[in-house]
Nanobody, 125 residues
Framework: EVQLVESGGGSVQPGGSLRLSCAAS?????????MAWFRQAPGKEREGVAS????????FYAGSVKGRFTISQDKGKNTVYLQMSSLKPEGTAMYYC?????????????????WGQGTQVTVSS
């Protein structure tokens, strides 16, 4: 069973930066795993932000964040990060970390089996 714990959310002004962390455990014996960040604003559907393959380091980004957000990993710490720069007010949402074992990097929420509890990001002046 994979467990995910997010941290790093908070309030920031437009144009600012934040780094989210997702500490993962429980997948030591799996041959591969893919992880992703999603976000959900009030009244809106959950949308994919960025995905990474833990073995191959392949990454995939939503067009709305490409060039501003970076997903990365620290294998020694079993942690995935989301560095967010040039944040916009529309980036205000609950951010979730998710994981799956098969299927490659993707941003389709229904493909992911494991989810964290989320961390709130608020972008406001």
């Amino acid at each position: 069973e994979v467990q995910l714990v997010e941290s790093g959310g908070g309030s920031v002004q437009p144009g600012g930066s934040l780094r989210l962390s997702c500490a993962a455990s429980g997948y030591t014996f799996y041959s591969s795993i893919y992880m992703a960040w999603f976000r959900q604003a009030p009244g809106k559907e959950r949308e994919g932000v960025a995905s990474i393959g833990i073995r191959g380091d392949s990454t995939f980004y939503a067009g709305s964040v490409k060039g501003r957000f970076t997903i990365s990993q620290d294998k020694g710490k079993n942690t995935v990060y989301l560095q967010m720069s040039s944040l916009k007010p529309e980036g205000t949402a609950m951010y979730y970390c998710a994981a799956k074992r098969f299927g490659g990097t993707s941003l389709a929420p229904n493909e992911y089996n494991y989810w964290g509890q989320g961390t709130q990001v608020t972008v406001s002046s």
